[in-house]
């Protein structure tokens, strides 16, 4: 049963080669993200950061570490599920912490999509990963596919967020040079 089990996963290789490999190159983009934040003009507190900055790269790095979780050559599938258990409850309790500081920060007020794109879908994504991880053990089809599902959707959601933040900095900017023109 165990050898029908890894098997499994076997199938899976490429797609978390893929997906990781984008994963840790978009980490390295939120890097210069960060680098843009630091030098434009307008201040901002450290809070934003840790309300939109952190979070995505967050995503991308646990789209990175669930790649190699599941591409690590495992005995039994308990094993991978017991380990992204523990990364979905890590990322839903930190998601908990993200939504407080997104209340807390005073440097930009979020709307609807911000809150789907920096908080919901995240909280989804990480719960998806507990909800595979109890069911890989005993059904892991399905499972698989849900964490598969579960690792885009933090891709896609780190990607829309440096996507936005950098749109944002550039629109700050602009605002800034227009205001110091006239």
Not at 43 to 69: K, N
Not at 104 to 124: H, K, M
Not at 154 to 181: M, P, R
Request: hydrophobic share 55%; net charge negative; proline share 3%.
């Amino acid at each position: 049963m165990q050898i029908a089990e890894i098997a499994l996963l076997s199938g899976w290789q490429n797609f978390y080669v893929v997906v990781g490999s984008g994963a840790a190159a978009l980490t390295g983009l939120m890097f210069v993200v960060i680098t843009l934040i630091a030098g434009n003009r307008v201040s901002r507190s450290g809070e934003a950061v840790g309300a939109f900055g952190t979070p995505t790269v967050l995503a991308f790095s646990m789209a990175l570490l669930i790649s190699a979780l599941l591409s690590a050559p495992w005995q039994a599938l308990w094993q991978a599920g017991l380990l992204l258990g523990l990364c979905g409850l890590g990322g839903v309790a930190y998601m908990l912490i993200v939504i407080r500081r997104t209340h807390r920060q005073s440097d930009y007020q979020p709307v609807r999509e911000d809150w789907l794109w920096y908080t919901i879908f995240p909280l989804v994504s990480y719960s998806a990963l507990v909800v595979a991880a109890i069911v890989l053990p005993f059904n892991g089809t399905p499972a698989l596919f849900i964490t598969g599902a579960a690792t885009l959707l933090l891709l896609f959601t780190g990607i829309h967020n440096a996507w936005d933040t950098v749109l944002y900095i550039a629109l700050v900017h602009l605002e800034t040079d227009n205001k110091s023109q006239e």
